[in-house]
């Protein structure tokens, strides 16, 4: 009888076999269950989702969510009108770089000694990032842009031992005067 290998370590999916990313800004009812309904959506259509960013409206009533999904790019216009039709759906689109402006953020902690401060500090200058925490044996530097920025200047200080990153999802806004 063959031996089942199993391992709690799950196997990655690369990025290219999600398919292409998209994003979506979508403006809801702030009210408990949406975002499950919303995932929902996702799921059975098979896209995964990269990143989610939810916070309340100028309004305390509203809730905006930037989410970034991969799949697809078929399905994409279904899934749209599918979010569109729920409930406390007020508004779903996706955003393209050519009309909207995209921003996320990521916090590093480095061990650093000394010696390697001033590297860090120059690579963090470099990404116009900021310096939020220090201490003899470590720092915390906040960099934000785009995601091609983040990635690289995490890719930067890898250099370094790192011991923790955390990043938050895109965040998104039309250009110009169009609405969100």
Do not use: W, Y
């Amino acid at each position: 009888m063959p031996s089942i290998i199993t391992t709690d370590t799950p196997v990655p999916i690369s990025k290219a076999a999600r398919g292409p990313s998209h994003t979506l800004s979508i403006m809801v009812n702030n009210v408990p269950g949406i975002l499950m309904r919303i995932c929902q959506v996702f799921s059975r259509r098979a896209f995964n989702i990269d990143s989610l960013v939810v916070s309340e409206g100028r309004n305390a009533d509203f809730s905006r969510m930037t989410i970034g999904i991969s799949g697809d790019p078929e399905g994409l216009h279904q899934i749209i009108m599918q979010v569109n039709k729920l409930v406390d759906v007020i508004h779903c689109s996706e955003h393209t770089s050519d009309h909207s402006v995209s921003k996320e953020m990521v916090l590093i902690k480095l061990l650093c000694s000394p010696d390697e401060r001033s590297m860090a500090l120059q690579i963090t200058e470099h990404f116009s990032g900021k310096t939020v925490d220090l201490t003899p044996t470590s720092m915390i530097i906040m960099i934000t842009g785009d995601s091609p920025k983040v990635d690289a200047a995490v890719a930067m200080f890898s250099q370094f031992s790192i011991i923790e990153t955390v990043r938050t999802g895109k965040v998104v806004m039309a250009r110009g005067e169009q609405p969100t």
